[in-house]
């Protein structure tokens, strides 16, 4: 079992409708937990993070950790074509030199 | 604020050469980047970890004597693929940890394509 999965996708939505991105975790040790957006041939763009469990808003993006579950989402409100990437999870646990273990990504098509 | 840039953005090369991979923090100093290669519809996956200063610290499985990685100033890491092959063709995008915050957070720069003849 990968210590991060993600549903690679690909996802597609019509512009305006609520996204929904998720991972699941096995490490109960993780308590940092980053999404990127990744356009294609790019480097990935730091979206949000959250440290433990609760929700974190930014705009049209919300991010959810459930530790309890180890389950964390990001969604996207009013979706819009340029969301159209792929998300990718991240997330890390305290020592471990402070890598990041990644999530396969979910690639998003956001159709106009 | 918080730019990383690579150079170059796309190389060919024949097989049997070395090629060299720039990253640089422009506008701030990195103690730590990373170096991932992330082949189609696959997520990064991390090759090394580079200190300034110091050596730096390979993944399982990844061959430092082909990768060798260099990181000589606060702003500048290289990684540079000795005696390339074809099997080597990939995107390697390499970032550095954010100067402030967790300690988690990673810059990205835009990734170089490397194509191996």
């Known amino acids: 079992q990968k210590e991060v999965e993600q549903d690679p996708g690909p996802l597609s939505v019509p512009e305006g409708a609520i996204v929904s991105l998720n991972c699941t975790y096995s490490n109960s040790a993780f308590q940092y937990f980053m999404w990127y957006r990744q356009y294609s041939r790019k480097g990935p763009e730091l979206l949000m993070y959250?440290?433990s469990s609760g929700n974190k808003e930014d705009g049209r993006f919300t991010a959810q950790v459930d530790k309890s579950s180890k389950y964390i989402s990001l969604f996207i409100r009013d979706s819009q074509p340029s969301d159209s990437a792929t998300y990718l999870c991240?997330?890390?646990?305290?020592?471990?030199?402070?890598?990041?273990?990644w999530g396969l990504g979910t690639s998003l098509a956001v159709n106009p | 604020g918080a730019v990383v840039s690579q150079h170059p953005s796309w190389v060919i090369c024949k097989s049997g050469t070395s090629v060299k991979i720039e990253c640089r923090s422009l506008?701030?100093?990195?103690?730590?980047m990373f170096w991932y290669r992330q082949f189609p519809k696959q997520s990064l996956m991390l090759m090394a970890t580079s200190n300034e200063g110091s050596k730096a610290t390979y993944e399982q499985g990844v061959e430092k004597d082909k990768f060798l990685i260099n990181h000589a100033s606060l702003t500048l890491s290289t990684l540079t693929v000795t005696s390339a092959h074809p099997e080597d063709s990939s995107f390697y995008i390499c970032s550095a940890r954010a100067p402030s915050g967790t300690g988690y957070e990673q810059y990205f720069g835009p990734g170089t394509r490397l194509t191996v003849t």
């Open positions: 959250t440290y």
């Open positions: 991240a997330m890390g646990n305290a020592g471990n030199n402070r890598k990041l273990i």
């Open positions: 506008d701030f100093q990195a103690t730590t």
